[in-house]
């Protein structure tokens, strides 16, 4: 699942995370880990422009320290950028982050990287907007030499060269799983020849399986087809049980059967992981919330 309170855009935020903070968090952080989900997940925005603030807004958490002081306060539950914006970075500095956090966290990150959306965060850090897809990609080439094993890893691109220059430590788990984010034709085409897993940017179910079958035929042509790459969809917003308040239209709701029933189907699409959100009116109720999906509805969905 995606962390509530590390960052509020209006899309998602609940009323209540405004005055929440790392205390909630964290034990939003344990009581996923103890209903046995699988990753969470954390964005990443450098600075949100006064255009876009009031949709945006401008609470987003560093993702490497939130997820680096999340892996102190947890043991097993694996820790995700979804997604890092990596172009805004060179990518030694981007793999000496998360290979820290990879160290200290015992081998728990997954790296979700994508290429951005605003403009101006781009144009305030000296990155070049337009080329931002162009630098994604060298980034995913980039950060697989210097994520993987070697302590003195190379890379020579067209924006990025490196070579005899040592980091450590190196990742614990020796290669770093990198996961490409995003739902446009560019992005589908990154995840599926340069990625080790896709992150759809919020498809509806109608359109996944288009989305689906376009990265098994670009694999396939690849011939990379039968090397492991994990599919993943997120779903609409939950709530286990009948709501006492008005969760809106677009929300799941009901018995742990039929919430398991309808999400079920996203495995028939070919789906490995289902992101979920929970509607909530408050820390207390979001972590009952996740108690009884872990409990109640996860069992069903084998």
Known sequence: MQLPVQSQSTLY???????????DLVEVARAAERAGFDYLASCDHVAVPRRLAAA??????DPVATLAHLAAVTE?????????VVGLRHPLIT???YATVDHLSGGRLILGVGAGHVREEFEALGVDFARRGALLDECVDALRAALGPEEFPSHHGTYYRFEGLGQRPRPAQGSVPLWVGGSSPAAVRRAALKGDGWLPQGDPRDRLPGQIARIRELREKAGIAEQPFVIGAITEPLHVGT??????HRTL???????AESLRAYRAMGVHRIQVRF????RTELIDQIAAFGAE???RLD
């Open 13 to 23: 935020a609940e009323p209540w995370e405004a005055a929440a903070g790392p205390k």
């Open 56 to 61: 945006m807004s401008t609470v987003w958490y």
């Open 76 to 84: 097993r539950v694996r820790l995700l950028s979804h997604v890092a």
């Open 95 to 97: 793999a000496k982050q």
């Open 243 to 248: 709501p006492a308040w008005d969760v809106g």
């Open 253 to 259: 709701t009901g018995t742990p059967e039929a919430l």
């Open 279 to 282: 509607r909530s009116r408050g």
């Open 297 to 299: 509805v996860a069992p």
